[in-house]
């Protein structure tokens, strides 16, 4: 069974200043269903939905883009990502698939996968090299 879960959304909602209103809506013209929240005093994060997907993106207080995650499907992984998760994870559960851009970086997969009771998050590039490889716990990424 493929099961994708969208992050729950750890900040409390807030609204974004103008210059990183005015940033996101260039940058994300069709966005619907906009929900701001703070990362930190200076980083604001926008959760929407866009082309069907459940999107973040993150901008810094002067409107400066930082990174955007968007939700995957197993079918939307490029042929190498899903030959290294069949290969070295074949018997495990997917249990969330999302696209990480950031500024001046190649988009990356992270991954995160329920193993033998264990939950565990791998970061791929798009050629399904593995970058890291870690334990996960839901419950941290909630308090992040």
Do not use: H
């Not at 409107?63 to 955007?68: A, F, N």
């Not at 499907?73 to 290294?84: F, G, I």
């Amino acid at each position: 069974m493929f099961l994708v879960l969208f992050g729950v959304f750890a900040c409390s909602q807030t609204q974004a200043p103008e210059k990183v209103a005015t940033a996101f809506k260039a940058k994300f013209p069709a966005a619907s269903a906009v929900e701001w929240g703070k990362e930190s005093d200076t980083e604001f994060e926008a959760e929407f939905k866009m082309n069907g997907r459940e999107m973040s993106a993150n901008f810094d207080a002067g409107g400066k883009w930082l990174e955007t995650e968007a939700v995957l499907v197993k079918d939307d992984l490029p042929a190498p990502v899903l030959y290294t998760l069949e290969s070295k994870f074949g018997n495990s559960e997917v249990r969330k698939i999302e696209s990480v851009e950031k500024a001046g970086e190649t988009v990356v997969y992270e991954v995160k996968l329920e193993q033998d009771e264990n939950e565990l998050e791998v970061l791929l590039d798009a050629g399904g090299r593995i970058l890291r490889q870690e334990p996960y716990n839901e419950e941290r990424e909630e308090e992040d």
